[in-house]
Each structure stands twice: as C-alpha cells, then as structure tokens.
C-alpha cells in the first residue's frame, strides 16, 4: 500500500475516520480545521495513492520543557529551563490501516520537519504525551526515551534524529 503525507487539506474527507480513540477522531474531525486557522497546530494528513480518505494523521506545535520535565539520561537536568522543543500535540492511524508502518512513517515525517525547522529556530527535544503505556512503548521503538517520573511523557534530542535508522 502506497501513502502520501499532505499539509491539512478539505480536499480530503475526514468524516469516515477510526482510529479507535474517540477523542482523536473528534479532534481530527471537530477541531483540527479550527487550530489549523488559527495557526495553533500543524496537521499533516495521510491518505492512500488515488484516494481521497484521511488514513492518518499527526499534527503538531512549539512548546517548552520546564522544570518537571527532567531525564539525566539526555541531559534534562534542573536550573536549565525552559528548553524549546516541539511536541506532536496527535498521531492516529485509522484502524483498518494500523500494523501496516503508517504510524511509523507519521512519525519520522514529523521529525523530519523538526530537523528542518531547527537549522533555521532554536529548537532541542520532541516531546509527546502518549495516550497509554501502549503508545508509549510505540514511541519508544522508535527512540524517544520516557522522562523520569512521568512514564506517558516522552522525549528525543533533535540532534539525535539524524542518527537514527528506522
Ligand atoms: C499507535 C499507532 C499510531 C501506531 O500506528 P501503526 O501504524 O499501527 O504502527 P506501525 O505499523 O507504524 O508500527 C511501527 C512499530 O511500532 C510497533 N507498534 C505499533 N503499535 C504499537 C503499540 N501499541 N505498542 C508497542 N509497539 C507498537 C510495531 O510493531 C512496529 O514495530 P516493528 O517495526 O518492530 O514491527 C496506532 O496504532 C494508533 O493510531 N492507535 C490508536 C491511537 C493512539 O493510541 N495514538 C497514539 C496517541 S499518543
């Protein structure tokens, strides 16, 4: 199956999504149109070669790392904050397309634009909020690490991003 990530677009249709969480498919159909406006949130969204359904999707925003954030093991350490970093705010695949890399594929795209971002603004980490300890661990495959004290909350160095080989 081949897959196309595009910026949020109308042009394709939301209405039908599914990925098994309720509050991200109403985010994607309720409210992603609205933080896209408003330019609070970037929303990428995937769909199949010749179809105009959203299959996945991600979206995104700048934050910063405080004092609660903190993981020795990538140099979070306290009396160095705030820390700029992006945070993937969603990420969703629909059910029927799970288990196929889309999600992966979500991901690294995401961190791809981070790395493109970050020649020309300061920023250090990607950070997400997984919804469960399920999505952590998917996120852990793919090299975040999780924060001390806060198991659903992880981090990666966007320095280290290049390195990684997915
Ligand atoms: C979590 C989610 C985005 C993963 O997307 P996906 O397309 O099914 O995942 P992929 O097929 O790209 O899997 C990539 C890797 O992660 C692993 N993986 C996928 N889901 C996983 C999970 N829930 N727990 C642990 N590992 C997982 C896969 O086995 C695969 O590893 P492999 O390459 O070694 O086989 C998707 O299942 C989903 O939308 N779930 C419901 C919504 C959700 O929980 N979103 C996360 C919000 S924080």
């Known amino acids: 199956m081949s897959y196309h990530i ?27 149109g609205q933080q896209e406006r408003r330019g609070n949130t970037r ?15 991600y979206a995104s925003s700048a934050t910063a790392l405080t004092e609660n954030d903190q993981s020795i093991e990538i140099g979070l350490r306290p009396g160095k904050y705030p820390r ?3 945070r993937i705010v969603r990420l969703a695949v629909d059910k029927k397309h799970q288990g196929l890399g889309l999600g992966e594929m979500l991901v690294v795209h995401a961190l791809s634009s981070v790395v493109q971002v970050a020649e020309k603004v300061g920023i250090e980490f990607v950070i997400v909020d997984a919804l469960d300890l399920d999505a952590a ?30």
């Open 137 to 166: 661990a998917f996120y852990g495959r793919l090299g975040f690490s999780r924060l001390e004290d806060s198991p659903l909350r992880l981090v990666i160095t966007v320095k280290e991003v290049p390195r990684l080989a997915w």
């Open 43 to 57: 929303t990428f969204l995937a769909h199949e070669d010749g179809r105009a359904l959203v299959v996945g999707y």
């Open 84 to 86: 700029p970093a992006i």
């Open 6 to 32: 595009v910026p949020f677009t109308k042009a394709l249709s939301r209405s039908d999504f599914d990925c098994g969480k309720a509050p991200l498919n109403d985010w994607l159909q309720q409210q992603a």
